[in-house]
Each structure stands twice: as C-alpha cells, then as structure tokens.
Nanobody, 121 residues
Framework: QVQLVESGGGLVQAGGSLRLSCAAS????????MGWYRQAPGKQRELVAT???????NYADSVKGRFTISRDNAKNTVYLEMNSLKPEDTAVYYC???????????????WGRGTQVTVSS
C-alpha cells in the first residue's frame, strides 16, 4: 500500500504561482512513476504531468511551459510548480503513484485526496 498526502493548494490571482507537494509513504519501493492529475467541476479527471523513477517527464499540452514536475527521491515527494496560472487551471489536483501490484495486471494506481487550486481572474 502507498499513501499519498498533498499540500500547497489555495487561491491565487491569474498570472500567479503555486507549488504543490505530495509526500508518499508505505510501500514506496513499488512506485514506478508519480504524477499529478486534476478535475474541474463537471469535467473528467485529466493528466497534468507525470515523472518516472528515471526522471522522464510528460505534460499535458495545456500546461507545457508553465508547470514543472519534479521529484525528491530522498524525501519520497513529488512537486508541481505552477506558474502563469489561468482561471482554467482551477480544479482539484490529485497526486498519483503508479506502482507494482501483487495481482494481475500487476499494476496499482494510488491517489491522494486532492487539493483545491482556485485561480481568480
């Protein structure tokens, strides 16, 4: 089992910045990648950014050039630095860990409870 706890959300004006953090605990050795997803009211959850154990990153087109994902393996923490925020970035942001599982398909996805990010215009 992996536990994920997010922090760092809040209210910010358009053009501002926020930094989200997600601390992982438990079976961290099983984690292959960590990332951030978001869900706005009335919309499906969508990928924001992911970062593999090897440091490979992937971003949604909507956040490229504005958001940066990073990991501190010593602290078992993943960060999301968000700059030039827009009102359309308003959503609940969820931390995700993709890990090995003991049963088929031998992959497990863990989620944090989410943190609200609100960008005012």
């Amino acid at each position: 089992q992996v536990q994920l706890v997010e922090s760092g959300g809040g209210l910010v004006q358009a053009g501002g910045s926020l930094r989200l953090s997600c601390a992982a605990s438990g079976s961290i050795f099983s984690i292959n990648a960590m990332g951030w997803y978001r869900q706005a009211p009335g919309k499906q959850r969508e990928l924001v950014a992911t970062c593999s154990n090897g440091g490979s990153t992937n971003y949604a087109d909507s956040v490229k050039g504005r958001f940066t994902i990073s990991r501190d393996n010593a602290k078992n923490t993943v960060y999301l630095e968000m700059n030039s925020l827009k009102p359309e970035d308003t959503a609940v942001y969820y931390c995700n860990a993709d890990a090995d599982g003991s049963k088929w398909p031998f992959r497990v996805s863990y989620w944090g409870r989410g943190t609200q990010v609100t960008v005012s215009s």
